[in-house]
């Protein structure tokens, strides 16, 4: 962590100190733990077009009396596709453990030629997320784009019927919005690490700027109490993109995995 980061976290953890410590909720978290590593292959129709990777690192951080998940994920465009499209992405979450919520939010990103630095630090006793620019009133529970990924894999799916929708509130660019997705049901899928038993979502997305319908992806997630995704795909405004899984460790369940390639 840079200089700036790390003072960023050290006023986030004397404001608490100077707060009424409410309860924040706890969720019961089976999914996942520290040093678990996810990796992920990004293809354009046939072209390889980038790699993603979603890591825990292995020691817990403190803020507060809080301990905390620190994940990093980042994503870059690889081969041809990083010549007219470049791609290099970092984001930091420091979440929760017990309330699988965010405390900090670190965004570094680089889009084909946009670029954008945020720092984020959430109160929850408050209600207030902070970014360079300005405070936001939040509501319960909010969450950023990493954490809401690591909550979603908590919700108790396994008593979902095909037609029910899950909400999470999350906070982006100083607004927050909720993410939802549809429980389509289950199915089994081939992949290059081989056959996986999974469960199937559509989340409702902004139609029109880049996705060609509201509800023009499809993600594939592992039926068991890992809960990680083995494949997404998307029909954009041009083609589509698919996002598989690569690699993975330090998962802390059996994986649903039928057969291997």
């Known amino acids: 962590m840079n200089l700036k980061n790390l003072i960023i976290l050290s006023l986030v953890i004397l404001s608490f100190q100077t707060i009424a410590q409410v309860p924040l909720r706890r969720v019961n978290n089976e999914a996942f733990d520290v040093n678990e590593v996810l990796e992920y292959r990004v293809h354009y129709g046939f072209i390889d077009a980038g790699e993603a990777r979603l890591e825990i690192f292995p020691d817990?951080?403190?803020?507060?009396?809080?301990?905390?998940?620190?994940?990093?994920?980042?994503?870059?465009?690889?081969?041809?596709?990083?010549?007219?499209?470049?791609?290099?992405?970092?984001?930091?979450?420091?979440?929760?453990?017990?309330?699988?919520l965010p405390w900090l939010f670190i965004r570094k990103i680089e889009e084909g030629g946009y670029k954008k630095?945020?720092?984020?630090?959430?109160?929850?006793?408050?209600?207030?997320?902070?970014?360079?620019?300005?405070s936001?009133?939040?509501?319960?529970?909010?969450?950023?784009?990493?954490?809401?990924?690591?909550?979603?894999?908590?919700?108790?799916?396994?008593?979902?019927?095909?037609?029910?929708?899950?909400?999470i509130t999350t906070y982006l660019d100083d607004e927050t919005f909720p993410v939802v997705v549809k429980y389509i049901g289950k199915e089994t899928i081939k992949t290059k690490l081989g056959t996986f038993r999974c469960i199937v979502f559509k989340p409702f997305l902004l139609q029109g700027r880049v996705f060609k319908e509201q509800e023009g992806m499809t993600i594939w997630v592992t039926d068991d109490?890992?809960?990680?995704?083995?494949?997404?795909?998307?029909?954009?405004?041009?083609?589509s993109v698919?996002?598989?899984?690569?690699?993975?460790?330090?998962?802390?369940?059996?994986?649903?995995?039928v057969s291997k390639k």
């Open 60 to 100: 817990m951080k403190k803020i507060g009396n809080r301990n905390c998940y620190h994940v990093l994920g980042s994503g870059k465009s690889t081969g041809a596709f990083d010549w007219f499209f470049k791609v290099r992405d970092h984001y930091e979450s420091y979440i929760d453990a017990e309330a699988i």
């Open 117 to 134: 630095n945020q720092n984020v630090s959430f109160n929850h006793y408050k209600g207030v997320a902070t970014s360079e620019k300005k």
């Open 136 to 167: 936001i009133t939040t509501p319960n529970n909010i969450q950023d784009l990493i954490s809401a990924f690591y909550y979603s894999r908590t919700l108790p799916f396994e008593t979902a019927a095909p037609g029910d929708t899950f909400s």
């Open 225 to 239: 109490k890992n809960k990680i995704p083995v494949r997404a795909q998307a029909d954009v405004l041009v083609g």
């Open 242 to 257: 698919t996002m598989d899984l690569k690699s993975y460790k330090g998962l802390v369940n059996p994986i649903a995995l």
